[in-house]
């Protein structure tokens, strides 16, 4: 019924795939990951599990800044979060760059169609994801808008961001992962309007927010995620071994095993 309101490509698309190797006269397609069965792809499309819909948030991680923003609100969504995770994995079988997937033209059609749905309040019956994920591609504040900043502005900031971080320590070391990465990355927010500098307390617990935020993800399989906020853990301080052994695992876990020696 959703798709049937507006024009979906991707959807189309993979629809097809499904239905060519059964229509007589036709040479089959190469084999696809629902098994030629619609009843599957629907599943998959609409109650995206729960390790798929971490692999689509991961894989969203490296869209551009705009696309996350127009999916932000609907991110919630089963059936949104499936065409970032179909698009991923064609554009990993072509070794195509991901943020070069998620630009494509054909893709933004749908990505709009359902914003559109999203407006109407066609998508509020539709399947939701793992309720920790829903607000994962809110913008944070611009880096270094905090004016003045002294410690008096500091000091509020400061404080939000090592409770987020004391609570994300204590339900890590209880295995609640999805609550830690969730404290790791408000502690994050609650300073991202302080200075890009590398020094100073900040910085500090801006990079000790980045090496829990990579240990965490890691755990959750978000690879490229934790390849992100160990980077930027080690541009903080890079002579932090902490935030390199970070580093390394996650170029380990993404299969980019010579980085990851070196």
């Known amino acids: 019924a959703m ?52 692999e689509a948030l991961d894989m969203v991680s490296e869209a551009a800044p705009e696309l996350r923003a127009k999916l932000a609100p609907m991110w919630k969504y089963c059936f949104v979060q499936w065409h970032i995770y179909d698009a991923g994995l064609e554009a990993i079988e072509k070794c195509v760059p991901l943020r070069e997937a998620f630009a494509d033209e054909v893709l933004a059609k749908d990505f709009a169609s359902l914003l559109r749905l999203h407006e109407g309040g066609d998508l509020d019956k539709a399947q939701t994801a793992e309720k920790w994920t829903w607000q994962l591609l809110e913008a944070m504040p611009p880096c270094g808008t905090a004016d003045p900043w002294n410690d008096t502005t500091a000091e509020p900031m400061l404080k939000a961001a090592r409770v987020e971080r004391r609570q994300g320590v204590r339900v890590f070391a209880e295995e609640q992962l999805e609550q830690a990465f969730v404290h790791f990355r408000q502690g994050l927010k609650s300073l991202a309007r302080a200075p890009p500098t590398v020094t100073g307390p900040h910085a500090k617990l801006r990079c000790d927010l980045y090496k829990n935020q990579a240990a965490v993800a890691l755990r959750l399989r978000l690879n490229r995620t934790a390849l992100r906020a160990a980077t930027f853990a080690v541009a903080i301080d890079s002579s932090d071994p902490k935030a390199w052994y970070r580093k390394a695992c996650a170029l380990q876990a993404v299969g980019r095993l010579e980085e990851a020696r070196a």
């Open 3 to 54: 798709a049937g309101t507006q024009k979906f490509y991707r959807w189309d698309r993979a629809l097809k795939q499904c239905m060519d190797v059964k229509r007589p006269g036709v040479v089959p397609a190469k084999a696809n990951r629902w098994r030629s069965d619609p009843v599957l792809l629907n599943q998959e499309a609409h109650e995206l599990p729960p390790d798929k819909q971490r």
